[in-house]
């Protein structure tokens, strides 16, 4: 779920967020004015409480994530290792959770 950011101040007030410009799996990425650069930029802000690895690949990649080798390609990905590897990653192993959770935020969609 997007939890949105809109309105808040961070850093201490040197950023004001403005509104949503898109989320993928690990990040969104907000409008926000910066107070020193007197501006607008893009900010991004990851998933640091966690990830969540579900649908059929999760269940067709188990072994490589029970020993270790889906982990390792996690955190050599980005030059990123030492924040990745403090990042929680839980395997979903229902293979309909993501399509659930999907008409769940459909259904949420359309009663608005």
Do not use: C
């Not at 229902?94 to 359309?110: K, Q």
């Amino acid at each position: 779920m997007l939890v949105s950011l809109s309105g808040r101040e961070l850093r201490d007030g040197e950023y004001i967020v403005r509104d949503v410009l898109g989320h993928g799996g690990m990040a969104n990425v907000y409008r926000a004015y910066s107070k020193s650069l007197e501006t607008d930029l893009a900010l991004k802000v990851l998933a640091l409480g966690g990830v969540f690895v579900a649908g059929g690949i999760a269940v067709k990649i188990l072994e490589k994530m029970k020993d270790g080798t889906f982990f390792k390609a996690f955190q050599d990905k980005w030059n990123f290792e030492s924040l990745l590897t403090n990042i929680p990653v839980s395997i979903v192993l229902n293979e309909s959770a993501p399509l659930l959770g999907a008409a769940y935020e459909a259904l949420a969609a359309t009663e608005k």
